[in-house]
């Protein structure tokens, strides 16, 4: 592709470094250098151990205790207060992980509708209304008014990932969420990261052990020891 049709970039890490001094000083990141483009689908891989947490974790904006610069949407994270990166994760960011974290008390529209009562931007009957939007998304819609503890493994990730759609994130970011699916119901994630991304421009960041998941995707960054071994081809996006 020739660089004047690249998407937009909505993420670059640049010389990362990161060190776990327990129970002894060792360096788990090295030199973390990268883009992703806007509605890029990015899979990283690596051996267990290789620092692929550690890297999304410090993306997410979460863990402040590296050395290096974080820049998303064009701002520089990389020395913000607590405070400010809270709200820009809110804003911008959303997750979706191994384990669902869903709140099992709560019903499953109530669940996809906390973000966006948090973010405070839209009145409540808006975020209703988004919050069904993105469970018919995820194809959950009927299941609106359940308690989400009565969902199935598959279901619960599923309306996972309508709540980290809600606030419309630039960047959806996933540790394993596929981990602990069924072929079915992995592909069922797969296919909705792939529609989000070709369909809405949002750019997908997943750190994965499931090779047909990283397969599908525009791109594999593969890791080994702490370092980039392998930035992977040269995507397709528009
Ligand atoms: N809080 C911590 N303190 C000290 N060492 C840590 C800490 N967290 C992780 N590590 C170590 O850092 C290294 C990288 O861990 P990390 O979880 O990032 O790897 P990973 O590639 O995500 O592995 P997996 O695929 O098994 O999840 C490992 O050696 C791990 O034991």
Known sequence: MSPE????????ATNVNKYFTDPVRFQVLKEITFEVQRGEFLSIVGKSGCGKSTL???????????EGT????????TGLSQ?????????????VFQFHFLLPEFSVLQNVMLPALKLGKYPRKE????????????DMQEHA????????GGQQQRVAIARALINDPTI??????????????????????KEIARENGQTIITVTHD????????????????????????????
């Open 83 to 95: 405070d400010t990166l809270a709200a820009f994760r809110n804003e911008h960011l959303g997750f």
């Open 5 to 12: 049709k690249k998407s937009p970039v909505v993420l670059s």
């Open 127 to 138: 975020v209703e209304h988004r919050a069904y939007e993105k469970l018919k998304l995820v």
């Open 172 to 193: 959806v970011m996933g540790d394993e969420p596929t981990g602990n699916l069924d072929k079915k119901n992995s592909q069922m994630v797969f296919d909705i990261f």
């Open 211 to 238: 090779p047909d998941f990283a397969a599908g995707g525009d791109r594999i960054i593969e890791m080994s020891d702490g370092a980039i071994i392998s930035h992977g081809h040269e995507n397709s996006v528009q």
């Open 145 to 152: 008014l359940k308690a989400s503890a009565k969902l199935s």
């Open 56 to 66: 999304l974790y410090i993306l997410s904006t979460m863990d402040t205790d590296y």
């Open 70 to 77: 974080i820049e998303m949407n064009g701002q520089r994270l």
